[in-house]
């Protein structure tokens, strides 16, 4: 089953403005992590927040996490048309070693 | 180089027959899996070893087996009872509940 849900399904931007995208999901966490993935390629770890963590920072990344909403959102800064991928949030159980995709956000920068 | 290695990059199965799809690491990561994404979908968990000769069912299991015979490797086999196979077929692996490093990607069709 599917834990993070991903929103918006796909946005569209032009280039130098900022992107933002939003993943909830259900049950209790240790952490909650993004990947980017290009077209028909493998996906690619970005960041990694723990669950005592409230913000992150990773070159033009930002990452926050609520758990009391049970939810995070990934700000992608100053965009640029090489950021064009989809974005994945994946939530990893307290008890356990698997991790649980959402649907991810189709992310189109115009140049 | 360390990554992790996925082979074949495009498979055809024909109609009644077993296919199995190779994953191969030099990390040394403890943790292997895989996971099916279908078009414009996220990733769903088909099964997931944490150590080697041990492997649990993911949430999409039936018509796929895997072996961990080494910790190098965890290959999937594609079996006759699946029966709506294409997709495309992601092999990862990590450290325990840290960040997944993903191949990329066996794309799987039907002839």
């Known amino acids: 089953s599917q834990q993070g849900e991903e929103d918006p399904q796909a946005l569209s931007i032009q280039e130098g403005e900022n992107a933002t995208m939003n993943c909830s999901y259900k049950?209790?966490?240790?952490?909650l992590q993004w990947y980017r993935q290009n077209s028909g390629r493998g996906l690619v770890h970005l960041i990694l927040i723990r669950s005592n963590e409230r913000e992150k920072h990773s070159g033009r990344l930002r990452v926050t996490l609520d758990t009391s909403k049970k939810s995070s959102s990934l700000l992608i800064t100053a965009s640029r048309a090489a950021d064009t991928a989809s974005y994945f949030c994946a939530t990893g159980e307290t008890s356990g070693s698997r991790l649980t995709f959402g649907e991810g956000t189709q992310l189109t920068v115009n140049p | 180089d360390g990554g992790i290695t996925q082979s074949p990059k495009y498979l055809f199965r024909k109609e009644g027959q077993n296919v199995t799809l190779s994953c191969e690491q030099n990390l040394n990561h403890d943790a292997m899996y895989w996971y099916r994404q279908d078009p414009g979908q996220g990733l769903r968990l088909i099964y997931y070893s944490q150590i080697v000769n041990d492997f649990q069912k993911g949430d999409i299991a039936e018509g796929y087996s895997v072996s961990r015979e080494k910790k190098e490797s965890f290959p999937l086999t594609v079996t006759s009872a699946q029966k709506n196979p294409t997709a495309f077929y992601l092999c990862a692996s990590s450290a325990y509940n840290e960040k997944l490093f993903f191949g990329s990607g066996t794309q799987l069709s039907v002839l």
């Open positions: 049950t209790s966490i240790n952490n």
